[in-house]
């Protein structure tokens, strides 16, 4: 079966400083992969998604990116992060036919 | 645009009473459809799914959505509430690589 893995699972970062997030799917090749941010009280907010290794698409203007170096990982990062960064990102995974997507436990970060 | 629209912020029920959570799509074409819940500090567990076929479609932990394309809804059912059930909602429509994402609805079961 399919897992999919997030850490850290919380974090404190000041402003200012880098930021990096990981994501990996076990038991599946080539799958789709996400990432989104859901803040306090919203629904969630797709940032980035990548069909295939290196291949990312943005979905919303703003100080983060996002890598896929390997088929089944996927990693956030920051260079400088920003009070608004805050919030709960989760990362997800759809087979590159299907719709339906799963999700990591996610990532609780917070911007002192 | 293409949007979902879930109007119940906060519903509360009695346990073992029926729940409906509502949710209305914008969307060009009949979009794929699904029901997530999320318990507190969790990720997005899928309940049940729609594409194509039978409009009622049966999910886990006991839930049901029916599609009904003339009102461009699909809510959520639910006949005996549990107070595990007690977690947030979120209804999202789409294609591949583009889900849309209700702002969810907030689940709360008193005894």
């Known amino acids: 079966s399919q897992t999919i893995h997030q850490w850290p699972a919380t974090l404190v970062q000041p402003v200012g400083s880098p930021l990096s997030l990981e994501c990996t799917v076990e038991g599946t090749s080539n799958p789709n992969l996400y990432w989104y941010r859901q803040a306090a009280g919203r629904g969630l907010q797709l940032l980035f998604y990548s069909v295939g290794i290196g291949q990312i698409s943005s979905e919303v203007p703003q100080n983060l990116s996002a890598s896929r170096p390997q088929d089944r990982q996927f990693i956030l990062s920051s260079k400088k992060l920003l009070l608004s960064d805050s919030g709960f990102y989760l990362c997800?995974?759809?087979?590159?036919?299907?719709?339906?997507?799963?999700f990591g436990p996610g990532t609780r970060l917070t911007v002192t | 645009a293409q949007s979902v629209t879930q109007p119940d912020i906060h519903i509360t029920v009695s346990e073992g009473a029926s729940l409906e959570l509502r949710c209305n799509y914008s969307y060009g074409a009949t979009p794929y459809l699904f029901w997530y819940v999320q318990s507190p500090g969790q990720g997005l567990q899928l309940l049940l799914k729609y594409f194509s076929g039978d409009t009622l479609v049966q999910g886990i932990k006991g839930f049901e959505a029916e599609f009904k394309r003339s009102q461009s809804s699909f809510n959520l059912r639910k006949p005996s509430v549990h107070w595990s059930d007690a977690a947030e909602y979120f209804c999202a429509a789409g294609g591949a690589n583009n889900l849309f994402f209700g702002t969810g609805t907030r689940l709360t079961v008193i005894p």
């Open positions: 997800a995974w759809s087979e590159i036919t299907r719709s339906e997507q799963y």
